[in-house]
Structures are given as structure tokens and as C-alpha cells.
């Protein structure tokens, strides 16, 4: 129908800005972010671009139903105002012509929203996590130079090193201060080497070829002893970053676990899919409000709304997680207060013609 696709146009020419603006937001915000850790020593250079476009591929879920939102709220607003409504209702095209042809766009958006937030968005957050612990291994070794100390677990371990060999991956003459309560041991080392273990995400130094001093100072019953390998561990990486963070679990691995965490990160992604529903909807009631002279008073109105809905889906996430909310309630409680309020705007332009009516007969009964 020609009216559908030109509400259709009207729809995505602003949903493709509000989406490219918002990116560039973010994308700026990050990027700032990560050329700082970059200049720290904390990020190599080379990751910067790679963590970027991971991080912006891991965010989009959460962008895709609020710049439909937006942009729906955009198109009615200037349709409305410019009385192109008023010709569409007039021809008969009232608010139902409006919800069905949202709903139709809004059914067919819904499809890049479920593949981005249950199968892109997980992905690229694992991508995420692996970069950061790639980036932070290479940081332990491009971080120390030679002739400079470097502390590690709060100077517990002090490491020096004499020189770096010329592709920065081989230490030589290397000093280690290790304290363990009241002894002290050191151990010198011609070479040594980083190791970063997959499994544990804890960081090793390996020693090669060296001695080993343990005791008190100011005694002197040391302990010397010669090794050709040595291993010790500078950093063990603790329970948080151990296990598979939330946000980059599979989908097919949350759905049906016991696990109250799993179940709510599971409706947290699910929630994505029910806001592009329902948020266009609720975009379209607003605008059959008297609004007309105003333009961006249905947008102020839609974002407080917004706030109001995602603020009560993270609160009941958070419950969730903490098994304090049967799943069972879940986020549904507040979609389907979202839906109730959709339906009770829609209804108010009725309710309020039929009151008015009903009190206008009563005065003229009142007359007679």
C-alpha cells in the first residue's frame, strides 16, 4: 500500500540517522577510552581497532529497540504536525492503520534484533573478553623495559630486568624479589619469559637457568638453589575473571539452566525482542494524544517512559539474579505493564469523547 510505505520511509530514513548517531556516541566514548589505555601501556596499540569494533558489535542489541523507539516517535510526530494524520484518518486510516503498519515494520525489525542479541551480541562479548586478556598479557611484557622495576600483588614481587631481546618476547638477566611473610627470596635468572595460562587467566614468569635465595634478612641460613627451570606466579586472576562472563554465555547454554542467573540474563536478551515490539506501539499512542502544535513533546514523554521501562527490567533482572524473584514473574510483570499502558493511552481519547458527552447530555437533561 502506497500510504504503508511511505509511513515505511519515513520510519527508516530517521531510524538509520538516530542509529548512526548513537554509534558514533558510543563508538567516540570508547575510543576515547581505549587510547588511553593504549598510551598507559595498558592496551597494545594493534588491539585498539580490533576491541573497538567488538565492543560496538556487543552494544548494538541494547541500541536496536530504543533508535526504533526514537525514530517512530520522529516519524508521527512530523507527520502529525504537518496534519498528515489528520488527511490519513479522514480517509478513514485512524490509529489502527497507524498500529498495524508499526507493527508490521516493528515484526520485521525484530528479526535483526533477536539474531543480534542472542547470537551476535554473546559472540562479540566473548570476543571482547579475549581480546582484554590477550591485550593484557602482551601489556605484561611490553609494559617492563630494561633497567626499570616493576611491582606486582602490591610489591609483593618486584621484577628487574637487565635487557629485552630484539623482539621483546625473551628477558635477560633477570632479577626476582618474592616476599613470603617473614622470608624473602630472590632468584636471578640469565633469561626468562611471560607465560599466560588459558585456563586460570593467571600470569607466570619461567626462569631459565639460575639460582634461588630464600631466608630472613640479616641471618644467614640461606637456602641456594640452582634450577634450569623456574616458574612463578606473578598474578592469579581471581574467580570474576575466571568464569565465563554472564554477558558472553551462549544462548542455547542459558536456555533452560536452573541457574537464577542464567534464567535472567536469558529474559534479559528475550526483553530486547519484546521492547521492539512494544516500544513502536507505544510510540503510536502517544502521538494520538493532543500533541499537535508541539513536536517533540510525544518524544519527551516516550524517553521518560523508556527510562521508567528499562529501569524496572534491570531492577527485576537484578532479583532475578539474586533468586529474591521467581522466574515465573521474571521481566514479564513489566511487559505486560508496558502493554496495559499502551492500551490505556490508546483508550483515552474514547474515554475522554465519551465522558464528555455523557456530562453534555446530563446538562441538556438538566435544562429540560
Do not use: C
Not at 535472567?264 to 510510540?283: I, N
Request: glycine fraction near 6%.
Amino acid at each position: 500500500m502506497i500510504l504503508e510505505r511511505y509511513i515505511y520511509r519515513e520510519i527508516l530514513e530517521k531510524l538509520l540517522w538516530i542509529l548512526g548517531l548513537l554509534l558514533l556516541i558510543l563508538t567516540s566514548n570508547r575510543f576515547v577510552g581505549f587510547l588511553a589505555d593504549a598510551a598507559e601501556g595498558d592496551l597494545p596499540g594493534e588491539l585498539v581497532f580490533q576491541l573497538l569494533s567488538m565492543k560496538m558489535l556487543a552494544t548494538i542489541p541494547k541500541l536496536l529497540p530504543i533508535a526504533l523507539f526514537i525514530s517512530v516517535t520522529l516519524a508521527l510526530s512530523r507527520l502529525a504536525q504537518d496534519r498528515e494524520l489528520t488527511i490519513f484518518s479522514g480517509s478513514g486510516l485512524a490509529l489502527a492503520f497507524q498500529s498495524k503498519t508499526v507493527t508490521k515494520f516493528a515484526l520485521v525489525y525484530s528479526i535483526v534484533v533477536v539474531i543480534s542479541s542472542f547470537v551476535v551480541g554473546p559472540w562479540a562479548e566473548n570476543g571482547v573478553s579475549g581480546l582484554k586478556s590477550k591485550a593484557e598479557q602482551d601489556a605484561d611484557i611490553s609494559g617492563i623495559g630494561a633497567g626499570q622495576f616493576r611491582e606486582y600483588n602490591e610489591g609483593d614481587r618486584i621484577v628487574y630486568v637487565e635487557s629485552m631481546s630484539n623482539d621483546g618476547e625473551i628477558m635477560e638477566n633477570v632479577f626476582l624479589q618474592v616476599r613470603q611473610q617473614k622470608d624473602l627470596g630472590v632468584l636471578r635468572s640469565s633469561s626468562a619469559n611471560y607465560q599466560f595460562s588459558d585456563r586460570t587467566g593467571s600470569r607466570y614468569i619461567a626462569f631459565q637457568n639460575g639460582d634461588r635465595y630464600v631466608g630472613q634478612p640479616g641471618n644467614l641460613d640461606y637456602q641456594i638453589t640452582k634450577y634450569r627451570t623456574y616458574a612463578v606466579l606473578i598474578e592469579q586472576n581471581d574467580e570474576a575473571k575466571t568464569v565465563l562472563k554472564l554477558e558472553g554465555v551462549p544462548s542455547l547454554s542459558l536456555f533452560g539452566s536452573s541457574n537464577p542467573q542464567h534464567k535472567a540474563e536469558w529474559q534479559w536478551r528475550l526483553s530486547y525482542v519484546f521492547a521492539t515490539l512494544l516500544l513502536p506501539l507505544l510510540a503510536v499512542a502517544l502521538n494520538g494524544l493532543s500533541f499537535r502544535e508541539t513536536r517533540y513533546v510525544p518524544l519527551f514523554i516516550a524517553i521518560m517512559v523508556y527510562f521508567i521501562y528499562s529501569n524496572l527490567l534491570g531492577i527485576s533482572k537484578t532479583l532475578i539474579k539474586r533468586d529474591e524473584l521467581s522466574p515465573l514473574i521474571g521481566m514479564w510483570w513489566v511487559h505486560i505493564l508496558l502493554a496495559i499502558t499502551i492500551v490505556g493511552i490508546m483508550k483515552y481519547p474514547r474515554l475522554r469523547h465519551w465522558r464528555r458527552r455523557n456530562v453534555r447530555q446530563q446538562l441538556l437533561s438538566a435544562q429540560r
